[in-house]
């Protein structure tokens, strides 16, 4: 299988220019699944929910559209971040999108900073979507800090965590080599690049998408200020074995009655 | 307060040497709480369940008095691994310990490789003990790689995680990064060093015993194969706040409804 990422660099508010940037950054390239950053479309740094309102889109909108289109150009699947509108209410999203259409919707359960002015916390529970044989599980950004977001996604089969994320603190890429060991799974961090001062804030955001593999070795590496395009080959099916050794299976070997949530 | 270690390079079988070594080391130190290796007297790899029992120990045997004398010498608490038996049952234990006396006794409740051939799987509940103003969690070598351990003793509202090792992997010290910042706690990772071979196996112990802040810094990294005590002044009580942020509380933002266990 192959999988891979795009490291973009988002404008804040210009979905065109978002989306022609990364149409240029896939041109030629072909793979099973291919990961976005969060937000990809629109940029990150609202300063109101009006403005988050009026960049929000249903669920079928012309992002869902444009990675219809990337789909069919990479000839597989794509997951990339969203500003999610519905009803009344916004969600930091993402989905999971082949050619024929949206496959899976997931909502942001654990919101970054202000987020929380504009987003509603996701309301959707986790899940693995089977698409081209492989087992995917999504998650965004600031959900890695929670070691219980990919240990729900891997107990539920995922091989692979797709990970959009636009991430400005240093410890994500680290981190996602011991979440990978701990659950034996594989993941796709697809982060941005660029500076967002708006309102009262700054963003930098910091690059170094990541690829990383069962034993948390790392596959694919980006630069930390440049966009990037990567392709990794790998056997999924890898994930589905939590063998350590002969005598440990790190599912097996966990003791549910000692933990408490 | 004051928190430290000893790494230390047990002769397997020979408690008196043992003991008469962490004596030399701790020479003249004071603190608060240490934490000694995982087994630092008896050593690690038995070959026979009927081998372990013969160097095993009730929780008031020899190891406990020797770590009573330590405890007064120090002027703190002490907490180091030992092989307990309790009645025809062998656990790879751990016991914090004061002048006056045992306080309590943790049983490894993921056992690697082949403990799992001599001992019984832990049968107690994580639980974190205040002593000396400090609320202390403990967990044993191999318990670091099922992020559930280090939360619980979290959640339950542990100051600093004890955890004694012999650490053969090159995972831990790297994660236990990831597992202070996820939980804001403190750790201290006591490991060995020296080559242990018996039967058909050979154990490297990999020394690097390691003290890591709320915030995922190392406050200390002991070399790789030299025995070592090193002592840090931490605050303890920085670990009883979660926020990250003005908007962000990593306990009070979980949503526990959506995780799996």
Same mark, same amino acid.
């Given at each position: 299988?192959?999988?891979?990422?795009?490291?973009?660099?988002?404008?804040?508010?210009?979905?065109?220019?978002?989306?022609?940037?990364?149409?240029?950054?896939?041109?030629?390239?072909?793979?099973?699944? /291919? $990961?976005?950053? #969060?937000?990809?479309?629109?940029? !990150?740094?609202? =300063?109101?929910?009006?403005?988050? &309102?009026? @960049?929000?889109?249903?669920?079928?909108?012309?992002?869902?559209?444009?990675?219809?289109?990337?789909?069919?150009?990479?000839?597989?699947?794509?997951?990339?971040?969203?500003?999610?509108?519905?009803?009344?209410?916004?969600?930091?999203?993402?989905? /999971? $999108?082949?050619? #024929?259409?949206?496959?899976?919707? !997931?909502?942001? =359960?654990?919101?970054?900073?202000? &987020?929380? @002015?504009?987003?509603?916390?996701?309301?959707?529970?986790?899940?693995?979507?089977?698409?081209?044989?492989?087992?995917?599980?999504?998650?965004?950004?600031?959900?890695?800090?929670?070691?219980?977001?990919?240990?729900?996604?891997?107990?539920?089969?995922?091989?692979?965590?797709?990970?959009?994320?636009?991430?400005?603190?240093?410890?994500?890429?680290?981190?996602?080599?011991?979440?990978?060991?701990?659950?034996?799974?594989?993941?796709?961090?697809?982060?941005?690049?660029?500076?967002?001062?708006?309102?009262?804030?700054?963003?930098?955001?910091?690059?170094?998408?990541?690829?990383?593999?069962?034993?948390?070795?790392?596959?694919?590496?980006?630069?930390?200020?440049?966009?990037?395009?990567?392709?990794?080959?790998?056997?999924?099916?890898?994930?589905?074995?939590?063998?350590?050794?002969?005598?440990?299976?790190?599912?097996?070997?966990?003791?549910?009655?000692?933990?408490?949530?």
């Amino acid at each position: 299988m192959k999988i891979g990422y795009v490291q973009s660099h988002p404008i804040f508010g210009d979905k065109e220019s978002n989306f022609k940037e990364i149409g240029k950054l896939i041109a030629g390239k072909k793979m099973d699944l /291919m $990961v976005l950053p #969060e937000l990809f479309s629109t940029g !990150y740094a609202f =300063i109101s929910k009006e403005e988050a &309102e009026t @960049l929000a889109e249903e669920k079928n909108g012309p992002t869902a559209e444009f990675l219809q289109e990337v789909a069919k150009k990479i000839n597989g699947m794509v997951v990339g971040g969203f500003a999610e509108k519905s009803g009344s209410k916004l969600y930091n999203s993402a989905m /999971m $999108v082949k050619e #024929e259409g949206v496959l899976s919707v !997931y909502r942001k =359960i654990h919101l970054y900073y202000k &987020e929380k @002015l504009w987003f509603q916390p996701g309301n959707l529970p986790l899940r693995v979507v089977e698409g081209n044989g492989i087992k995917i599980g999504m998650m965004i950004c600031f959900d890695w800090i929670f070691p219980e977001t990919m240990r729900t996604l891997s107990l539920l089969g995922a091989d692979v965590i797709a990970h959009p994320a636009n991430l400005v603190l240093p410890y994500c890429q680290k981190a996602m080599t011991t979440r990978c060991l701990e659950n034996r799974v594989h993941a796709i961090t697809a982060n941005r690049i660029g500076l967002e001062k708006r309102g009262d804030d700054q963003f930098l955001f910091t690059g170094k998408s990541q690829i990383t593999s069962i034993d948390g070795s790392i596959l694919s590496s980006a630069p930390e200020n440049e966009v990037h395009v990567d392709i990794v080959e790998i056997n999924v099916k890898k994930a589905r074995n939590k063998k350590l050794n002969e005598f440990n299976d790190l599912f097996k070997d966990r003791r549910p009655e000692f933990y408490k949530f």
